[in-house]
């Protein structure tokens, strides 16, 4: 059975790297994985999607998600969480940042951020929990280290090996930034079993 984990946010927030963990995770746990990214205008903040499917039996035959089939949905920002909802299964889990970026349509344009962007996530009927990540980065003096706490918290969820995610973690992070990020993560993990 494939495992599918979309990731969704803006340019700027680590979605890259974090989806570069959660493959590399899954991959040192045995599984067959595969990875795709989608990112337009990203160092603008434009939209960023990452796509990570792994199964223990080698079928993963695509690299994006089928609408609709997403098990566990990472939004790093409210809005893109919620543009992200009608790819997940009616009983996805969906770990949301409750942080809002404002996009440069609204800054610059006629265009509002919706004030209820939470409320329709719950409406949507999935397994909305919120994660702290960025408040709980900052307090670790590492706002960066924000996607990681992200990735901590939907750890829990998954059947990948702790250790296999601190190598994933060393892999991707340059040395300076390691002990932080792996505090993140455990952040992350208590985060995502108190929630």
């Given at each position: 059975?494939?495992?599918n984990i979309l990731l969704s946010g803006v340019g700027g927030q680590g979605i890259i790297t974090a989806?570069?963990?959660?493959?590399?995770?899954a991959m040192l746990s045995g599984f067959h994985v595969k990875k795709s990214e989608i990112h337009g205008?990203?160092?603008?903040?434009?939209?960023?999607?990452?796509?990570?499917?792994?199964?223990?039996?080698?079928?993963?035959?695509?690299?994006?998600?089928?609408?609709?089939?997403?098990?566990?949905?990472?939004?790093?920002?409210?809005?893109?969480?919620?543009?992200?909802?009608?790819?997940?299964?009616?009983?996805?889990?969906?770990?949301?940042?409750?942080?809002?970026?404002?996009?440069?349509?609204?800054?610059?344009?006629?265009?509002?951020?919706?004030?209820?962007?939470?409320?329709?996530?719950?409406?949507?009927?999935r397994n909305v929990r919120v994660v702290d990540a960025f408040k709980i980065a900052c307090s670790l003096?590492?706002?960066?280290?924000?996607?990681?706490?992200?990735?901590?918290?939907?750890?829990?969820?998954?059947?990948?090996?702790?250790?296999?995610?601190?190598?994933?973690?060393?892999?991707?992070?340059?040395?300076?930034?390691?002990?932080?990020?792996?505090?993140?993560?455990?952040?992350?993990?208590?985060?995502?079993?108190?929630?």
């Open positions: 059975m494939t495992t989806s570069r963990v959660l493959a590399e995770a205008m990203s160092q603008r903040g434009g939209s960023v999607e990452s796509h990570v499917r792994f199964s223990p039996d080698g079928l993963v035959f695509s690299p994006t998600i089928p609408f609709g089939e997403v098990d566990v949905l990472m939004g790093f920002e409210l809005l893109e969480a919620l543009r992200a909802i009608p790819n997940t299964k009616p009983d996805a889990l969906v770990l949301v940042e409750d942080r809002v970026i404002v996009p440069s349509s609204v800054t610059c344009g006629p265009f509002e951020y919706p004030a209820d962007v939470l409320d329709q996530l719950y409406a949507s009927g003096g590492e706002p960066r280290a924000a996607n990681i706490v992200l990735l901590g918290a939907a750890s829990s969820s998954l059947v990948i090996d702790a250790q296999a995610w601190e190598g994933a973690i060393r892999r991707a992070v340059k040395a300076k930034a390691l002990d932080v990020n792996l505090k993140a993560f455990e952040a992350g993990v208590a985060a995502g079993r108190s929630g």
